[in-house]
Nanobody, 122 residues
Framework: QVQLVESGGGLVQAGDSLRLSCVVSGHTFSNNILGWFRQPPGKEREFVAAISWTGGTTYYADSMKGRFTISRDNAKNTVYLQMNSLKPEDTAVYVC???????????????WGQGTQVTVSS
């Protein structure tokens, strides 16, 4: 049983930064692809970023490139999402997920966390 627990969300102003964390337990962390998704209010879940198990390969949704950075620390079983220059449209529940392939579709991810709320005020 793989468990993912996110933290680091909160209420911030436009232009601020936040770093989200996701601790993974119950499985061989280093063999997993880890991804971040988000679900804005009233909208479907969308891909944000993914990172390979070595951290050498990353992939971002176009709208997040240059503002968001995904990273991982295998020694701490943790994946991070650094978010800079936040905009009101970044308001969403951010969820981390684990997969065996780098993918943008949520259908390719087998394990999910509960999510952490990020609210960006204008």
């Amino acid at each position: 049983q793989v468990q993912l627990v996110e933290s680091g969300g909160g209420l911030v102003q436009a232009g601020d930064s936040l770093r989200l964390s996701c601790v993974v337990s119950g499985h061989t962390f280093s063999n997993n692809i880890l991804g971040w998704f988000r679900q804005p209010p009233g909208k479907e879940r969308e891909f944000v970023a993914a990172i390979s198990w070595t951290g050498g390969t990353t992939y971002y949704a176009d709208s997040m490139k240059g503002r968001f950075t995904i990273s991982r620390d295998n020694a701490k079983n943790t994946v991070y999402l650094q978010m800079n220059s936040l905009k009101p449209e970044d308001t969403a529940v951010y969820v981390c997920a684990a997969s065996t392939v780098i993918a943008i579709s949520p259908h390719d991810y087998s394990y999910w966390g509960q999510g952490t709320q990020v609210t960006v005020s204008s």
